[in-house]
């Protein structure tokens, strides 16, 4: 009898020794395993944490480039934004006809945007500078969603140009580092300005009757030709460049030419607020009072 119950106590004591040993074992698998997930955790936090550092460290780099762009200025800036070219996801519309405004109206241009995806986009550029003009075409890297920019390759000076297109605000603002032959344009033509997507505003849209009350222009309709009219008042008037003075005895000298068009232009006084004399390139004269 004191044997088997000393063989029970035995195999009880045994029994608890196991399940003991198993809790022990369960408790330290369970405080290894919260351990690698903790230390997963800290991992990907500062894996996270130093990716978004060189992300905000690369977009104050690129705004700090943008800002020390110049037109026709330090190449450096735009070969380095240009090699910081990168596929973009939250591109803007830009496929469509851009016009550059804010411009006089003989210093159009109009750039078409086609083809664009997360890496950038194609375009061509037809340009005016009076009646000089230029057309190229190129592609142009994303280096932001709103920040793209072009490589020229310059066949006069065999040397590499570099245009850089921002967007913002509807608007998009384009600078170079070149102008004229160095883009393949002609003389004095040039790309960077403003250009927008809706009608452009020209800085002489109004500039006849700016210059000239409504009184003026029927007595020159009346006064010269028609052609003289057409062809070289009205014509340098609206497509030209127009200074108008007014001497100390309130004289007024308006001259008007059109750069890079020889013959057209005029000079007109007016003496004592009602006699007026315009002479045009060619030297002839016409004489009215009103």
Not at 29 to 39: A, N, P
Not at 100 to 118: K, M
Request: a negative charge.
């Amino acid at each position: 009898m004191k044997k088997q119950v000393f063989k029970r106590i035995s195999i009880l004591c045994v029994v608890l020794v196991i399940m003991l040993f198993s809790a022990c074992d369960k408790n330290d698998s369970t405080g290894d395993s919260s351990s690698v997930d903790e230390l997963n955790s800290e991992q990907t936090q500062s894996t996270n944490s130093i990716e978004a550092e060189d992300n905000s460290s690369k977009k104050s780099d690129i705004d700090s480039l943008i800002d020390s762009l110049e037109v026709y200025g330090d190449k450096e800036p735009y070969e380095k934004l240009y090699s910081m070219s990168t596929d973009c996801d939250n591109i803007p519309n830009l496929t469509e006809t851009w016009n550059r405004t804010n411009v006089h109206s003989s210093l159009s241009g109009e750039i078409v945007i086609s083809d664009v995806d997360s890496s950038g986009f194609k375009f061509t550029a037809d340009e005016c500078y009076y009646s000089h003009s230029g057309w190229m075409e190129g592609e142009a890297k994303f280096v932001t969603d709103k920040c793209a920019v072009a490589k020229y390759e310059d066949s006069i000076d065999n040397d590499e140009e570099y245009i850089v297109f921002i967007f913002e605000n509807q608007q998009m603002t384009v600078l170079a580092t070149a102008f004229s032959g160095n883009l393949g344009f002609g003389m004095n033509v040039s790309m960077d300005g403003e250009y927008t997507q809706d009608n452009p505003l020209y800085t002489n849209a109004n500039i006849l009757n700016e210059t000239f009350s409504e009184k003026e222009i029927s007595a020159l309709k009346a006064s010269i030709p028609e052609d003289y009219y057409n062809d070289f008042f009205l014509f340098s008037t609206t497509s030209g460049v127009v200074n108008d003075t007014k001497s100390n005895n309130g004289d007024r000298t308006i001259e008007a030419f059109v750069p890079t068009m020889g013959g057209y232009g005029y000079v007109l006084t007016i003496t004592n607020e009602k006699d007026y004399t315009i002479t045009f390139e060619n030297e002839t004269s016409f004489h009215f009072s009103l």
